[in-house]
């Protein structure tokens, strides 16, 4: 069996820097986490690929669904896509899981631990922010779902998780 990668190896040491928790898969470049965040638990895959220099972390959950919410929940990470300027939504229909990819290419053999965490951070965030859009379609009755504005579901602002360190700015 080959040995981790010095890729591998720097995300590692990037996670425990943050006191994140992962664990190496054997005799591949990938470790994973669970991060829990304001309204889901994140299932982490970071993936390194070495021979180009890239990164590339998956959040995921498990999200169930029928035939008939599919063609709305994918509606849904359609037009969230399209206000990313990083990463992007997916949605795994043979496990039926919800994902969250980005990939950085790193110009060095050891990746940098500031965007390393920043990648964690947007995965986690973007991941929290579109679970109680997407449990809202789900929920949403069959006989309902021709009247679910999904453009004006991703507009409501009572779903996003509160920022760290926000409460403190308040007057």
């Known amino acids: 069996m080959r040995p981790p990668s010095r890729q591998i ?19 591949k470049d990938v470790l994973r986490a669970v991060f ?29 669904l029928d035939e008939e919410h599919q063609p709305y929940l994918l509606e849904l990470l359609a037009r969230a896509n399209k206000t990313l300027n990083l990463g992007g939504f997916e949605y795994d229909l043979d496990r039926q899981r919800l994902v969250f990819r980005i ?25 929290d922010r579109i679970a109680p859009y997407a449990s809202t379609v789900i929920r949403t009755p069959e006989d309902l779902l021709d009247d679910l504005d999904l453009k004006r579901l991703l507009q409501r602002e009572d779903f996003i998780p509160p920022v760290p360190g926000d409460e403190d700015d308040l007057p």
């Not at 304001?38 to 169930?64: C, S």
């Open 103 to 127: 990939t950085n290419l790193f110009d060095k053999e050891r990746y940098d631990a500031d965007i390393v965490s920043s990648m964690v951070h947007c995965t986690v965030a973007e991941m």
């Open 9 to 27: 190896l720097s995300v590692e040491e990037a996670f425990g820097q943050q006191g994140w928790h992962c664990e190496a898969v054997e005799g």
């Open 36 to 64: 829990t965040a304001h309204h889901t638990r994140i299932e982490m895959i970071v993936q390194a690929y070495p021979p180009m220099n890239a990164l590339a972390i998956m959040g995921e959950m498990p999200l169930p």
